[in-house]
């Protein structure tokens, strides 16, 4: 499906018609294995991107069936995407990554009219619910599963703040605190399993920048709570602002590379053979009692867990799909809520001096604001 480029072929194949029949069997799925599992996550990227070019027929809402049938429409295809992504939340780690991975594609990408609003709301609901669900297994421990947990809820609240929290308030006690209490602190070093990529540090500064302005507007003013994602917040705007001038400078630098790729080409062919030969003579073959001593390793880690919460490494790399909030400016965000609420934010919260030392070589148009902490 990936290589159609003609919406003419959707019609003569089917497509839309295939998906609907395609996705009713997924959203009863239950024969859970990693490796089947990935082609239906491969597909469902698939039809997002199908219907992001081609607006498929029966992707959001399902068709009316045909009188004397009662007029409730059938269910369309994202519904039945919805409930297999949902159900994966609660399955081995990858499936938890790549389910997390869907809630973006499906929230941030996939367009909805007006009239489809309550379709994106409903999926909302259920991926908040089962992602805040299963976090409640693993809370006891911080572990790498709280990343997509969180990042997943966040893609909900930051569409449906009010009943995103009602769900997590349902669900537990104080379970929208719980939630922006974790997720400020994955921003910080304390988290062992930190946010490596831009989308993922951005998706969380948006989600901590909304939640502080519920948080301000409610008259929470001196909570722990705002302090910690203020911090955080300045944390995030932080390190995407290193991660874009460390790619700046990349880029600068592959330039240059360039250049002396060319000249240097010549040079390493006559170098190979030895460099073959020597890369052989330094490979140290594994000992049969090594092997049997890593098995074990092994072995033992999966009965307590330790390996089964990670998941596989190329599911954690993913980017996420953010859609129009890829052009989101957090730093403008952050000053944002720096000028409108500076007596609360920056004059009224403890903050550490290494991170108002760190805001101010990062961002020197936020001196006015803390000049006076400083002194």
Sequence with gaps: ?????????IIQLKISELLVAWSN????????????????????????????????KNFVVGQLPSPPAPPVPQPSIIEGI????????????????????????LLQVTSYSFEEEDVKKSLAFSFSQA??????????????????????????????PDAVEKILETIEHEGFTVWVSALAFILTDKFQHKLSTESE????????????????????????????????????S?????????????????????DEDEDEDDNDEDFEDDDDTDSEDNEIEETEEEFLERCAKVATALENGSIVEEGNLEDQEQDIELGTMEEFDLLS??????????????????????????????????????????Q
């Design 131 to 160: 992602a805040f669900s299963r976090f409640k297994e693993t809370k006891s421990k911080p572990c790498s599963l709280w990343k997509p947990l969180f990042l997943g809820i966040s893609s909900c609240y930051l569409h449906f």
């Design 201 to 236: 540090i951005k998706l969380t500064g948006m989600t901590l920048a909304k939640v502080i302005e519920r948080l301000l507007t409610e008259g929470k003013q001196s909570s722990t709570l705002l302090r910690d994602c203020f911090t955080s917040l300045i944390e995030a």
């Design 238 to 258: 932080i390190r995407v602002k290193e991660m874009q001038a460390e790619e700046e400078d990349e880029d600068e630098d592959g330039d240059e590379d360039e």
């Design 333 to 374: 965000s952050l000053l944002s809520l720096i000028q409108r609420y500076h007596g609360i934010l920056v004059q009224g919260q403890p903050l550490p001096p290494q991170l108002i030392s760190s805001i101010l070589n990062t961002f020197p148009e936020c001196i006015m604001y803390f000049q006076q902490r400083k």
């Design 25 to 56: 069997l997924i959203a009863n799925w239950h024969a859970w294995d990693e490796m089947e599992d990935l082609s239906i996550f491969k597909c469902i990227k698939v039809a997002v991107n199908l219907n992001k070019k081609f607006a498929l």
């Design 1 to 9: 499906m990936q290589y159609i480029a003609d919406s003419n072929i």
């Design 82 to 105: 919805g409930l297999f992504v949902s159900e994966a939340f609660s399955q081995y780690p990858s499936a938890v990554w790549r389910a997390s991975s869907c809630v973006h594609m």
